[in-house]
């Protein structure tokens, strides 16, 4: 009886669920802010005229800082205040985002996007981990994570969609400028819906620590960049060798800590680990390859951004639904078999992908991106749970740092590496395709993007301009299913691993699933259950 009252007690109320369509806020435009510039591209490239790897900057820092100071950030927030570090981003987002939309250069653009990074660093981690410390009822947790994660995922589809919507109207610089008003209302709301919360018992800040995990997330994102563009070179694997010394300091360090930045012990978990990395793969696919379909729909079928962002109207209803059928599915199925048919499903999406060419329908695109977008949906709902739910409630804010580290470190390598497999393929096609003559900065701007070649072309006579399209658009789609061949081989694998590794885990409150017993306390620590 006495067991019961607890939980009932533990259950949120209304105050708790407004608070968390506040907390959906920022998660929207953190992950929108990694997706909107994608229909973006082609007017940015005009008007600040960036290189190839100028462009995947643009694109990559803000996700790269994201993932570079989540760590840091999160365990700020255990120790000073999740609220207040959540507030501190908040008021920084807005600011830095009239930086960013009145950039006069690609490199202040690139700017703006690394402090962008920075302060969106400070809102993700603090609002997955105030739903820890809202939400205790395992259920309750699980569909409020489950709505926190359509909003993530959800934003990343969402993104391309306004900026198609505002291109048509203003500027690209608008879609940083929508940020404003947003952060204002959180400013305004979060210190009245939601709890501050921070661990007593922690101490101060390890900077050290701070340093090492930057030191061990930027060398190996940008090696991995830096291979795909220049190859074999010593450059590259320095930087991710560098990358790789710097983590396993770092993880050293947090042995020796009393009180260490991030609990490595959770790795030992099975269930934490194998969720970590279904989650980063997740994003890599949904942000990777929204890279090339945004492009493919204006730069080949020759959308609109308006038209072009329509088409991802799909993105919200296919999220939801997904997410809806992991945490019903979860009350019965084991969690290892959704988020492996969940990769199944993504890896038909792209296998469907492969397919597509220059003059394919538009359909073929829109069947491979609901499969991903499913899949990643589904993946993502149950995943943030069990990495959420591994931690105890004072070591929440750094749980849920690994968990967006994971999902924005997903996404940055997917658009580095599968954007990269692209442009390799892109550039080994156009060395040869570009008719003598042209002068030397048209020539290298149609070898580098399709949007540069697109650019050109509107120069030049049909004659010499037809063809050189013809090609350009062609060598891109042949990089499109190239990262599409790849993206459906990691998937099957992760499938089969997530599968046989997840086989024994069960989510506390489903069906079938015996609670441990610090379940039974109001405040319950842990609620993964393995079953021997």
């Known amino acids: 009886m006495i067991a019961a009252m607890d939980v009932t007690a533990a259950r949120a109320g209304r105050r708790e669920w407004i608070g968390l369509a506040v907390l959906v806020l920022p998660t929207l435009l953190i992950s929108m802010d990694m997706t909107a510039l994608f229909f973006a591209l082609p007017n940015l490239s005009a008007d600040l005229g960036p290189s190839s790897a100028q462009q995947l900057w643009i694109m990559d820092i803000y996700a790269f800082m994201l993932a570079g100071f989540m760590i840091t950030m999160g365990s700020l927030g255990d120790r000073i205040g999740r609220r207040r570090v959540l507030l501190i981003g908040a008021a920084a987002f807005g600011a830095i985002s009239v930086l960013a939309g009145y950039s006069q250069s690609a490199e202040m653009l690139i700017l703006a996007r690394a402090l962008l990074g920075v302060a969106g660093a400070a809102l993700a981690p603090s609002t997955l981990s105030l739903i820890r410390n809202m ?28 900026g198609g919507v505002l291109l048509e109207s203003f500027w690209w610089g608008s879609v940083f400028l929508v940020n404003v008003p947003v952060m204002v209302l959180l400013l305004i709301l979060a210190p009245l819906l939601l709890p501050e919360y921070r661990d007593p018992g922690a101490g101060r800040l390890d900077l050290q620590s701070a340093l090492l995990s930057l030191a061990a997330v930027l060398p190996v994102v940008y090696g991995i960049k830096a291979l795909a563009e220049e190859g074999l070179q010593w450059r590259p694997p320095a930087f991710i060798v560098f990358g790789l010394l710097a983590g396993v300091l770092f993880v050293r360090r947090q042995h020796r800590l009393d009180d260490p930045m991030l609990d490595v012990a959770l790795f030992r978990k099975r269930a934490f680990s194998i969720s970590i990395s279904a989650n980063v793969l997740s994003i890599f696919a949904i942000v990777g390859f929204g890279y090339f379909g945004t492009q493919y729909m204006q730069l080949v079928l020759g959308m609109s951004p308006l ?22 599915l979860a009350r019965r199925v084991p969690p290892g078999y959704i988020v492996a048919g969940a990769m199944v499903l993504m890896a038909v999406g792209f296998a469907v992908l ?8 538009t359909l073929v695109l829109a069947a491979g991106f609901l499969g991903i977008i499913g899949g990643s949906g589904a993946v993502g709902a149950l995943a943030v749970d069990m990495i959420v739910a591994a931690a105890p409630p004072e070591r929440a804010g750094s749980a849920s740092a690994l968990s ?4 924005e470190f997903g996404g940055a390598v997917g658009v580095a590496l599968l954007g990269s497999i692209g442009a390799a393929i892109y550039h080994a096609r156009m060395d040869t395709a570009v008719p003598s003559g042209l002068p030397p900065e048209a020539a290298e701007a149609a070898r580098d993007t399709l949007g540069g070649a697109t650019e050109v072309v509107r120069h030049l006579p049909e004659a010499i301009g037809g063809p050189l399209l013809t090609t350009a658009q062609e060598a891109f789609t042949e990089g499109m299913r190239a990262s599409a061949t790849a993206g459906a081989a990691i ?21 079938g699933a015996e609670a441990p017993e610090r379940e039974k306390r109001a405040e319950p620590v842990e609620e993964l259950v393995e079953e021997r």
């Open 404 to 407: 967006e580290t994971g999902s």
């Open 135 to 162: 939400f205790h009822d395992a259920r309750q947790r699980r569909t409020a994570i489950a709505i926190w994660t359509a909003g993530f995922s959800g934003g990343a589809g969402l993104g391309p969609m306004l």
């Open 354 to 361: 492969t397919q597509i060419r220059v003059d394919s329908p």
């Open 491 to 511: 998937m099957v694998v992760t499938a089969v691993l997530a599968a046989f590794l997840l086989r024994h885990v069960r989510l506390a409150g489903a069906d």
């Open 307 to 328: 038209t072009a962002a329509l088409w991802t109207l799909l993105v919200a209803p296919a999220m939801g639904a997904a997410v809806l059928t992991a945490t019903l």
